[in-house]
């Protein structure tokens, strides 16, 4: 259950930020979340609803936008996405030298704010 | 109206990390994050690791748990200095926790100290505490498909230590396809096969420990 982490660490970022430039209250946030960043989406919502009472984020709704597990064969050139949270080949050479580079995101995009 | 935010949200952790890293670099620690699941053997591991190398490398503990003091006290017992850590509830250590303990460590008398973790194949892998490296043990009773069911742990780890192989003749474990799936996803990975209980193995993790921060 790290996601109470995780939801307590972006209630801090956005609410400081709504805070330091003086908008009154969140009401959205957007995160960027990697397929294999080991976050279970239903946890986080939970966990972040809990969390933001009394915070400036108090009525935001938390949206999870999910990345799929991506990456770019070295043997072959292929860009590939993988419906698991493992790559062991390339999908379409079945080479195993391949650079993974999505699927591990954990990031705030943006908020929308009431001024 | 929208606002543009893009940041990490594990940032905070990540800052307070680097001070930790700071510090362990100021004094000349080496520090690894040891991972896993509860009893799969790191207590052990250590309590056999601290035995072979402390005449060679002055060892400290910080020792991470949800609730009580079992494993301080085995360690205190092999003569190292040791600090407890209850997280009362939270499945890992994060940056935080160690950074408010490491008053605690003598750190100026210490060339290795290991940091470990809350007993957990998931949540753990994802928090930097301030580590060099991050290093996991699996037991083999827990089964061949463990790499591929909790990819990150192995991707994160520079070390992957199989222990009770002593087990092997009563188990269908597939140690080649551990050997396999952890290589896949981590090519760089280190792997050792020991016997905490009867000792098979140790002299090589512990030849590994001892070359490094000397490099």
Not at chain 1, 30 to 47: D, K, N, S, W
Not at chain 2, 193 to 214: A, H, P
């Amino acid at each position: 259950m790290h996601e109470a982490s995780i939801a307590l660490s972006i209630l801090d970022i956005v609410t400081g930020k709504c805070s330091a430039e003086g908008y009154r209250s969140v009401k959205s946030v957007r995160v960027r979340i990697g397929r294999a960043a080991g976050i279970m989406p239903e946890a986080l919502l939970f966990t972040f609803d809990v969390a933001k009472g009394e915070t400036l984020a108090a009525n935001a709704e938390l949206i999870i936008d999910m990345i799929p597990l991506g990456g770019t064969c070295s043997a072959c050139g292929d860009e590939f996405e993988a419906g698991n949270t493992y790559v062991l080949n390339c999908p379409k050479c079945g080479s195993t030298e391949f650079k993974i580079d999505k699927g591990y995101e954990m990031e705030i995009a943006d908020m929308e704010v009431d001024e | 109206m929208k606002v543009k935010v893009v940041t990490r949200i594990l940032e905070a952790n990540e800052r307070l990390a680097e001070e930790n890293r700071k510090k362990f670099t100021d004094a000349g620690v080496f520090v690894i994050n040891l991972m896993g699941a509860p009893g799969a053997g790191k207590t052990t591991l250590l309590e056999r690791t601290i035995r072979e190398l402390k005449e060679k490398k002055r060892i400290g503990v910080i020792e991470g748990d949800i609730e009580g003091t079992d494993d301080a006290e085995r360690i205190h017992d092999t003569g190292v200095p040791v600090v407890q850590i209850n997280t009362g509830g939270a499945c890992h250590l994060d940056a935080n926790m160690i950074s408010e303990v490491l008053n605690d460590v003598p750190l100026g008398e210490l060339d290795l100290l290991v940091i470990e973790n809350v007993g957990n194949l998931v949540c753990p892998a994802e928090f930097k505490v301030g580590e060099n490296l991050k290093a996991m043990v699996l037991s083999i009773t827990e089964g061949h498909d463990k790499p591929l069911k909790y990819p990150l742990m192995f991707r994160e780890s520079s070390a992957l230590v199989l222990n009770k192989i002593d087990l092997l003749p009563h188990m269908n474990v597939d140690i080649a396809k551990i050997r396999k799936d952890a290589r896949s996803l981590n090519p760089s990975i280190e792997i050792f096969e020991v016997s905490c209980k009867t000792g098979e193995g140790i002299d090589r993790w512990t030849e590994w420990l001892s070359g490094l921060g000397s490099r």
